[in-house]
């Protein structure tokens, strides 16, 4: 359950394990200052007025004098900053008229320790004050005190304090978090950008020194990936041309022979031979040293299907929008050629659509033919694998067309998919991430 509100993000979780203990730290601080601070402080403010309050009570009764009583309300309006009166004769309403908060708690607390008599308080009348009346055995005291004798400001300043230093903790610590999390998401991207097959050559290790250490490693995993494709594509084109060569001679001194079933069993060999090294030359470009650039590949593919439609095979082309997209054009083109030829070849009627699906360029192409069984359609991108039945029969291929085509679209970093097609053939689907 805990899983599903945690962040997703390095930097979401980093700043959780630094906000989280912040957090906690000023809410024990908080608590803390609620329990011994305010509640004190409150309670001697509150002793305070209610001490003031009781002394103009004890000086009434011992100067009983209507004169000096006012004299007296006149020394705690000045000293005290309370306006008092006396309303002989009248009765107390009792019930306090309040939001039973901390202040009128603590007010209660010490107006029943130093007064001793009944009292009422409202503190809701008046906005700034406190009225308290306060029974005595003639009349009413009525007392109206200042809210601020009764509540420290401290309070106000130290909670503003609290959120004020935790917005700057916080601000620093994302700014520091980020420039620590940069450097992970360029290396994130130098791999997503490796694996499209773009170019990763200005990306240069930073940041922490762990952080360094990851990306060393991924610039030593590049160039020894590097290294092998080209060792292996310069092997594959370096046998495929020199065994051209007495192949050519072979095919001179057969044209020489005379015309019988044998020479024309040995030119079938040896047409088939040139054959299989053209499908290793084109599988050795298909991961060869073209570079990706900015390619139309709404245009692209509508060249690969005006010259597929030579042939005669009709083909629909439907493309949703003009799609410009970072590819090796070559390789791709070779790719879709190899596929729409396959369709063209295997049904009667082909659609190709080309579109943008959310964060990918998405090439569908659909034909009518026999299709390809679910349990095969993993093992024709093996090299050399070739389905006995309708699909190959004749074709004249050597295996390699599918497996070419997922490795160039894997090395722009999308996928081939093989589906079902509504149209009762085969479905050929290619995602490239954009």
Do not use: C
């Amino acid at each position: 359950m805990l899983k599903r509100f945690m962040p997703k993000s390095l930097l979401g979780r980093s700043l959780l394990i630094i906000v989280t203990p912040l957090i906690i730290l000023q809410l024990v601080a908080g608590g803390i200052f609620y329990e011994t601070h305010w509640d004190k402080i409150t309670l001697r403010l509150a002793r305070s007025v209610a001490g003031d309050i009781s002394a103009v009570i004890e000086l009434m009764r011992r100067l009983p004098d209507d004169r000096i009583s006012d004299e007296i309300f006149s020394v705690a309006s000045l000293s005290f900053d309370l306006d008092i009166n006396y309303e002989k004769d009248a009765v107390l309403t009792r019930g306090h008229k309040g939001d039973d908060g901390l202040m009128e708690e603590m007010l209660v607390r010490a107006l029943q320790e130093y007064v001793g008599k009944p009292f009422a308080i409202d503190t809701v009348s008046m906005r700034r004050y406190v009225i308290i009346n306060v029974q005595l055995p003639g009349g009413v005291l009525r007392t109206i005190a200042p809210k601020k004798r009764l509540f420290s400001s401290t309070a106000i300043v130290f909670v503003l304090w609290m959120i004020g230093t935790s917005l700057i903790l916080f601000s620093i610590a994302t700014v520091f978090m980020r420039n620590q999390v940069r450097p992970i998401r360029r290396l994130a991207d130098a791999a997503e950008n490796f694996g499209k097959g773009r170019d990763v050559s200005r990306f240069k290790p930073e940041g922490a020194v762990e952080v360094r250490q990851a990306a060393s490693a991924f610039l030593a995993m590049r160039d020894r990936i590097v290294r092998q494709i080209r060792q292996r594509t310069d092997m594959l084109a370096g046998v495929s041309h020199d065994l051209r060569t007495p192949l050519t001679r072979m095919r001179l001194e057969l044209e020489m022979l005379s015309d019988n079933e044998a020479a024309g069993n040995l030119k079938s060999d040896v047409t088939e031979m040139e054959h299989m090294l053209e499908g290793y030359l084109a599988f050795a470009r298909g991961e060869g040293t073209e570079q990706p650039k900015s390619t139309n590949l709404t245009s692209l593919i509508s060249g690969v299907v005006s010259k597929a439609r030579r042939h005669g095979t009709p083909i629909d082309y439907h493309p949703e929008a003009e799609l410009v997209v970072p590819l090796r054009p070559n390789a791709f083109g070779r790719s879709i050629t190899n596929l729409v030829e396959n369709a063209a070849r295997f049904g009667d009627h082909v659609s190709v659509r080309v579109g943008l699906r959310d964060d990918a360029v998405e090439v569908i192409i659909d034909d009518d033919g026999p299709g390809i069984e679910p349990q095969h359609r993993e093992d024709v991108f093996k090299p050399f694998f070739r389905i006995e039945g309708s699909r190959n029969q004749g074709t004249g291929g050597i295996g390699l067309g599918m497996t070419i085509t997922r490795d160039v679209v894997r090395s722009h970093g999308g996928e081939v998919e093989l589906l079902d097609s509504p149209t009762g053939g085969l479905r050929v689907k290619i995602r490239i991430p954009v």
